[in-house]
């Protein structure tokens, strides 16, 4: 993990800081032919300036689409925020109107989106992609936006910049669509970025490089990071807080070196047991990695009781009939588990 001490000057400790979007009991629902499913039930968290936090779980557990609430992007009509309010700089985002979120998009609010191909229109091309959220947000002339596009283009390791500019989404490879879609997010220097596993498709030297360049923007401008990620090393290295979800709900919350070192709820045990070490075998045998058994369960049919009872190993007859509550089981390190006590000769 890096020394943040390196870091005390621009990135204040997150106590400290002023809270720059602060989402409370967000609900979020599909509706669909068997009725309406909730993705993210009962979600809160405040983002503090300067902060990175990260979001972490399985495909499912509502990462994304509690990203995609944020931003405005649900799906309509099926999508809809059923409950809850979202604050950015004390305006709540679920009251305003389309015209006034693409007016903080950008600017205010940005995000790294996870599939960059459907997230690019594939009938214009880069430049005009990149340039027209320059102009709008920074009020830079058409031939200022496209010397910082180049210049963002450069710092992602685009080669040629100011030729590829021409050129269309599907002459690009997927990782270098990636990292176009990182240049964009990150060109009118956001005030929140939303990273929905922005280093899925680089290798590890790019990968570094981008991590790298948010924490520059971070260090920078003073930006708030939220990452989404399934890689705990990233997290590890760059969060300066984490959340971890399961089904639509939170199951743990706390600075990274409190849940790495002591997590309190199974689900993050197995997240972390799951990770492979070099030179060292897996807990089951010399070549296994250790596994959550079983998936994440249909948002139709949700378990009675803690939703992750049907994979626990620790799991009792109350866990199967009482939701846990979310408590603080530790300063400032909160989990939903009725068992933390349980947990300690395990991590």
């Known amino acids: 993990m890096t020394d943040t001490a390196t870091q005390a000057i621009t990135a204040p400790t997150p106590d400290t800081r002023e809270t720059v979007l602060s989402v409370q009991d967000l609900t979020t ?32 557990s509502g990462k994304s689409v509690t990203s995609l609430s944020i931003m405005g992007l649900l799906p309509y009509p099926a999508g809809h925020i059923a409950g809850g309010r979202i604050l950015f700089e004390n305006r709540d985002l679920a009251s305003l109107s389309d015209r006034e979120m693409r007016k903080l998009r950008g600017a205010g609010l940005s995000m790294i989106f ?15 992609q990149m340039t027209e959220g320059i102009m709008q947000h920074l009020g830079l002339s058409k031939p200022e936006a496209r010397k910082r596009a180049v210049e963002m283009m450069r710092r992602v390791s685009i080669p040629a910049p100011e030729d590829r500019l021409k050129d269309y989404p599907h002459q690009y490879s997927g990782g270098m669509l990636q990292r176009i879609m990182i240049a964009i997010a990150m060109s009118c220097d956001p005030r929140v970025l939303i990273a929905d596993e922005p280093t899925t498709a680089l290798d590890v030297t790019i990968q570094a490089q981008i991590l790298e360049l948010m924490k520059d923007l971070r260090d920078r401008t003073g930006a708030s990071i939220v990452l989404i990620t399934h ?18 709900r939170k199951v743990e919350e706390g600075p990274v070196d409190k ?71 530790d300063p400032d390190h909160f989990s939903a588990c009725w068992h933390t006590d349980k947990l300690e000769a395990h991590t």
């Open 29 to 60: 629902e599909f509706r669909s032919g068997k009725g309406s499913v909730r993705a993210v039930d009962g979600v809160s968290f405040d983002l503090k300036k300067g902060e990175i936090l990260s979001i972490v779980g399985e495909s499912g």
């Open 114 to 128: 996870q599939e960059p191909l459907t997230s690019l229109n594939p009938v214009l091309s880069i430049g005009r």
């Open 231 to 248: 890689d705990m090393g990233v997290v590890a290295e760059m969060a300066d807080r984490v959340i971890v979800m399961y089904c639509g």
């Open 259 to 329: 849940v790495f070192a002591g997590p309190k709820h199974p689900y993050t045990i197995g997240l972390l047991g799951a990770l492979p070490v070099l030179g060292q075998a897996g807990s089951v045998g010399d070549t296994e990695l250790a596994e959550i058994p079983g998936v994440v369960p249909a948002l139709d049919a949700l378990p009675s009781g803690c939703r992750f009872s049907d994979r626990c190993r620790f799991a009792t007859d109350k866990c199967r009939a009482e939701d846990p509550p979310f408590v603080e089981s």
